[in-house]
């Protein structure tokens, strides 16, 4: 396996379940970092872990819940989701003191919620 | 607050030059990226200017201009497989904040 990589590639599930998300990087990276992607919009920072600490929440909402167990592995937990949250979810990792800073993404996993 | 924009999109023809522009206002400027996006993948990184002026790699040229929060990305000779999301993205303050624009979805045709 190389660069990162996403399961499951499409998730749906109803707003009541729970499911998760998760990411693996092998790339030696130190940051990971999960993005919304939705059609017409911006992608969307949603959480940022630095040597598995989180240094950002973009005010995600409690439905969402990141995990980072080590710099190599990223998880995003869900659970009673909304309909607007469908959406493309987009693992990425960096590492943070090497410029360009360039953030290596994954497949992405396409997320629709019933 | 963040702000980048960029058409939504374009239509070339193969063989053409297109050139998209993104325009970006954010507190604090570290350089930008350019990403293309294929349906259905990932994003894959094309370029990153941090200093004014052209990059070129292969049919792929990005511009930048500091002074104006502007950027290009210049695709040549366009071939059908060019034809994709192209992300235009501001480095700001720490290495972690990339800001995004919509993309600009560019379809090429024979």
């Known amino acids: 396996e190389t660069g990162v990589t996403q399961t499951p590639r499409h998730l749906v599930m109803g707003m009541t379940n729970k499911k998760s998300l998760k990411c693996e990087q092998h790339l030696g990276h130190n940051a990971m970092y999960w993005y919304k992607q939705s059609a017409k919009k911006p992608l969307e920072l949603m959480f940022v872990?630095?040597?598995?600490?989180?240094?950002e929440n973009n005010s995600v909402p409690s439905r969402f819940s990141p995990e980072c167990p080590n710099s190599s592995h990223l998880f995003l937990h869900l659970h009673t989701l909304q309909p607007e949250d469908s959406a493309l979810y987009l693992c990425?990792?960096?590492?943070?003191?090497?410029?360009?800073?360039?953030?290596?993404f994954g497949p992405g996993t396409r997320l629709t919620v019933t | 607050g963040q702000n980048i924009d960029q058409p939504t999109e374009m239509t070339a023809t193969e063989g053409a030059i297109v050139q998209i522009n993104c325009t970006y206002q954010t507190s604090g400027f570290n350089g930008l990226f350019w990403y293309q996006q294929h349906a259905g993948e990932a994003p894959t990184f094309l370029s990153y200017n941090v200093l004014d002026g052209l990059e070129e790699k292969g049919r792929f040229s990005s511009f930048l201009s500091r002074s104006k929060g502007y950027s290009y990305l210049l695709l040549k000779e366009l071939q059908m497989k060019d034809s994709a999301s192209y992300l235009c993205?501001?480095?700001?303050?720490?290495?972690?904040?990339?800001?995004f624009g919509t993309g600009t979805r560019l379809t090429v045709i024979p």
């Open positions: 993205a501001a480095h700001g303050t720490g290495a972690n904040n990339l800001f």
């Open positions: 872990y630095n040597f598995k600490e989180q240094t």
């Open positions: 990425a990792s960096s590492q943070v003191q090497q410029s360009p800073y360039e953030q290596y």
